[in-house]
């Protein structure tokens, strides 16, 4: 079955880092675009980044550019997300996420959580 798994969350402190991952199976995860969303708790979930199959475009919200970088690996069916200079309003639940397209539905990770605190 097809399904997407985080890890790499935790508690840091302002302007430490933070590298998440998303390990994706059950599906040709080099045929999909991929993204990085967050949610806190009474807030929509929030698009962070995105990428195409091969890494050749990526999109950032305004919030995190400059500071986070999502990246992939197709062999290892890996999605990254590189984050700097973290600060407490980079607190949620990140989620893994596989947008609908031609192939097939979409796909949601059950999420890691990040809290960014002093």
């Known amino acids: 079955q097809a399904q997407l798994v985080e890890s790499g969350g935790g508690l840091v402190g302002p302007g430490s880092s933070l590298r998440l991952f998303c390990a994706a199976s059950?599906?040709?995860?080099?045929?999909?675009?991929m993204a990085w969303y967050r949610q806190v708790p009474g807030k929509d979930r929030e698009l962070v980044a995105s990428?195409?199959?091969?890494?050749?475009?990526?999109y950032y919200a305004d919030s995190v550019k400059g500071r986070f970088t999502i990246s992939r690996d197709n062999a290892k069916e890996t999605l990254f997300l590189q984050m700097n200079s973290l600060k407490s309003d980079d607190t949620a639940v990140y989620y893994c996420?596989?947008?609908?397209?031609?192939?097939?539905?979409?796909?949601w990770g059950k999420g890691t959580q990040v809290t960014v605190s002093s």
């Open positions: 059950g599906f040709t995860f080099a045929l999909w675009t």
């Open positions: 996420s596989r947008p609908q397209d031609s192939y097939g539905g979409a796909l």
């Open positions: 990428i195409t199959r091969t890494g050749e475009t990526t």
